[in-house]
């Protein structure tokens, strides 16, 4: 239909009148946009080409990689090597940050994703999803891992692509948040959700239920008053969902409100949290927060925390902006009185 914007018309309108903008950003996100629609071909064609269960190997931080964990983080590389737009970038699936190869030109954008999120989902056929978060870098260099080590209130793009009953991206630049849908037909995304707005108020949580013994008692007690529904402080019924895939319970939340807690964990100090900050919790929170969202680690916003290494991991809560509040309350209430 003549009234439809593309992704790409939507940039540019968001681009024009910018003093600095030089058409580079353009050009890396369309070079993104179409290594997620190879990996929308690759993830929909599932087992007709042979491309689900296990790669029989490991990622830097233990878990076992699915065969499509491989061949999404290859398309993303490939995609963004060729783009001549990145300096380097780094993903869930290699321990170190990736060079640029010396044939393509260095470009001024450092971009850090997970290129298969909720991978666990991919063999039972339910939503998966790319996760990306751009930074900025120096023209021409050859960034260090330090240089990637940088606040979630730094990014100047973070977006992440549904495959799910629709292909769908969801991205900002800064200037909230904006949905598209893939066109299978043209090819293209097609603008369908303007300016995404989160509900403040929520009676729906997404919580692991199986960690509930690991939990600190402000997750223990937000958690049971939910659960306690009308009988009991809150005086209204709760619903609870849990996909498993980031980006699935994530945009749930961006559609209709909700809150989504993957908190810190007590088994093991190594690891506070499953949910790793550069390429899952800082590119969600920059969304949410553009969304009038709120996210946080329950003590922290996500997007102040001064990264220490590129894999680090994170407390995530996030979603409809009344419930984070009231559990960041339970923490600071929890931590006055234990201090
Ligand atoms: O299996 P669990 O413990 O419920 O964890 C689910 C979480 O793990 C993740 O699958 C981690 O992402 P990856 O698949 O990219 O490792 C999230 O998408 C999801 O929120
Ligand atoms: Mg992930
Ligand atoms: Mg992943």
Not at 242 to 248: I, Y
Not at 275 to 287: K, V
Request: proline share 5%.
């Amino acid at each position: 239909m003549s009234d439809q914007v593309t992704l790409t018309q939507f940039i540019i309108e968001q681009q024009r009148g910018l003093p600095d903008a030089s058409g580079t950003f353009t050009l890396l996100l369309n070079n993104i946009v179409t290594a997620c629609k190879q990996i929308s071909n690759r993830v929909n064609r599932g087992a007709l080409i042979g491309v689900l269960g296990s790669a029989g190997t490991e990622n830097v931080q233990g878990e076992v990689q699915k065969k499509l964990d491989i061949i999404t983080h290859d398309i993303m590389v490939r995609a963004l090597n060729w783009s001549g737009q990145v300096g380097g970038m780094a993903s869930e699936e290699t321990d170190d940050p990736i060079k640029v190869p010396t044939q393509y030109p260095k470009g001024k954008y450092l971009v850090l994703f997970d290129p298969l999120d909720g991978s666990s989902n991919i063999d039972i056929n339910l939503t998966v999803g790319t996760i990306f978060s751009i930074l900025r870098c120096r023209e021409g260099m050859d960034p260090e891992t330090e240089d990637f080590l940088r606040k979630g209130n730094e990014q100047v793009c973070a977006g992440f692509v549904l495959y799910g009953p629709s292909t769908m991206l969801v991205i900002t630049t800064g200037k909230g948040v904006n949905g598209f849908t893939l066109d299978q037909d043209v090819g293209e995304f097609i603008l369908t959700h303007r300016n995404m707005r989160i509900p403040e108020e929520t009676d729906e949580f997404a919580i692991n239920m199986s960690n509930q013994r690991f939990w600190e008692p402000p997750v223990q007690q937000y958690i049971d008053e939910c659960v306690t529904g009308v009988d009991g402080v809150r005086s209204k019924n709760f619903n609870m969902r849990w996909v498993a895939s980031l980006v699935a319970d994530v945009y749930r939340i961006l559609t209709r409100g909700g809150i989504f807690l993957y908190p810190a964990d007590l088994r093991d100090p190594s690891k506070p949290g499953k949910l790793r900050l550069m390429y899952e919790a800082n590119p969600m929170a920059f969304i949410i927060e553009q969304a009038g969202g709120v996210c946080t680690t329950g003590r922290e916003a996500i997007l102040d925390i001064k990264p220490q290494t590129i894999h680090q991991r994170v407390p995530l809560i996030l979603g409809s902006k009344t419930e984070v509040e009231r559990i960041t309350d339970y923490y600071s209430q929890y931590d006055q009185a234990n201090t």
